[in-house]
């Protein structure tokens, strides 16, 4: 068992705070530590004191999509001939394909909930897919926005 001072770790504490830790864990805390030394080093030795955030939207530009008008009409087009084809299906096969691609619950979770083998549930999926790809090819692909 080691004694740190909490102090050292948090350092908004205002006085020192003693605490008995086991050893592994104050082996962490100074793995920590080292890592965190190595990182400040490496940026002081290479002048890495700056950042692409220079409130100009650069940053939110690069992590967010921008999309423009075009794509989100096409995207709010194909989200509603997905939702179409997913209502044009037998209502057991649009809820086990609404709860296993939008919920996110695998097969056998399915099946468990409904009382039915996991095969059931695969070839009701399959069944609903193709019946899915039927509907869709019926919707024109191309000539949204510029016949």
């Known amino acids: 068992m080691k004694i740190i001072n909490i102090r050292q770790i948090y350092p908004f504490y205002t006085s020192d705070c003693f605490c008995e830790v086991s050893d592994e864990i104050a082996e962490q805390l100074r793995q920590y530590d080292q890592q965190d030394h190595a990182d ?16 100009d939207g650069i940053e939110d530009e690069i992590v967010l999509l921008v999309l423009s008008p075009e794509e989100i009409y096409e995207r709010k087009l194909s989200n509603q001939e997905l939702y179409a084809a997913i209502n044009s299906l037998p209502e057991k096969q ?54």
Do not use: C, W
């Open 40 to 55: 400040y080093e490496r940026r002081r030795i290479h002048k890495a004191y700056y950042s692409l955030d220079a409130n």
């Open 94 to 147: 649009a809820h086990r394909i609404y709860a296993y691609f939008f919920l996110g619950i695998n097969k056998a979770e399915i099946a468990r909930i409904e009382g039915v083998s996991k095969t059931a549930i695969t070839h009701s999926i399959k069944q609903g897919l193709k019946s899915m790809g039927k509907f869709l090819d019926g919707f024109p692909r191309e000539g949204y926005l510029f016949p």
